[in-house]
């Protein structure tokens, strides 16, 4: 256990389905990230929220909405993928923004048929 | 623009060699350098971080260097072992946000 939970490990949903992915710190760090990660790419940020508040939206498509309730827990809201988002989408958290010492989670790997 | 590059993008080994992974970066204002471990399917765990003001960092067999000037880092194990076999990344931390810029890794293979 890495101290970043996800969940679920596995998700497959179809085009039209609606489905959320979660991610849990309790290290006490103050920013949390999303990842994406495709093959034969590099890590792509996605979102990133620093003491609950989102400070950078690199560009993500609106069919992934993020949502930070407390400092503590992140979700990605996914509506209407498309088969090119498949992908294991990755939480990280760091005491500081883009600070040092990333904690990283196992990963959802997320498969849209 | 931060561009990182990893050569190789794969290596496979004996079990007991010593190894070198190597990580190219294109802006040499760099706050740091990081080099990560992935596991197939998993997530990331953080191996080595070296600032910027510094040449090298060590963690067990694991040894990290950086050259600024050239835009280098390598990432040393000694006596690789099967448990070794993993992705390696490495990441810059660059620019005015800081964002992390990463490389596509080195996979790597050490066989019994």
């Known amino acids: 256990e890495t101290g970043v939970t996800q969940t679920p490990r596995h998700l497959v949903m179809g085009m039209t389905n609606k489905k959320s992915l979660k991610c849990e710190q309790h290290?006490?760090?103050?920013?949390m990230y999303w990842y994406k990660q495709s093959a034969k790419k590099p890590l792509e940020l996605m979102f990133v929220?620093?003491?609950?508040?989102?400070?950078e939206n690199n560009s993500v498509p609106s069919r992934f909405s993020p949502e930070c309730p407390n400092s503590s827990h992140l979700f990605l809201h996914l509506h209407t993928l498309q088969p090119e988002d498949s992908a294991l989408y990755l939480c990280?958290?760091?005491?500081?923004?883009?600070?040092?010492?990333?904690?990283f989670g196992s990963g959802t790997r997320l498969t849209v048929v | 623009k931060q561009e990182v590059t990893q050569i190789p993008a794969a290596l496979s080994v004996p079990e007991g060699e010593n190894l070198v992974l190597n990580c190219s970066f294109t802006d040499s204002a760099i706050y740091n350098l990081q080099w990560f471990r992935q596991d197939p399917g998993k997530g990331l765990t953080s191996l080595l971080l070296?600032?910027?003001s510094q040449r090298e960092q060590t963690s067990g067999r694991l040894n990290a260097s950086l050259d600024k000037s050239s835009g280098r880092s390598t990432l040393y194990i000694a006596a690789s072992q099967p448990g070794d076999s993993a992705t390696y990344l490495c990441?810059?931390?660059?620019?005015?946000?800081?964002?992390?810029?990463w490389g596509l890794g080195t996979s790597l293979a050490v066989n019994p």
């Open positions: 290290l006490g760090h103050n920013a």
């Open positions: 990441a810059s931390n660059a620019g005015n946000n800081r964002k992390l810029i």
């Open positions: 070296i600032q910027s």
């Open positions: 929220y620093n003491f609950k508040e989102q400070t």
């Open positions: 990280a958290s760091s005491q500081e923004y883009q600070g040092n010492g990333y904690t």
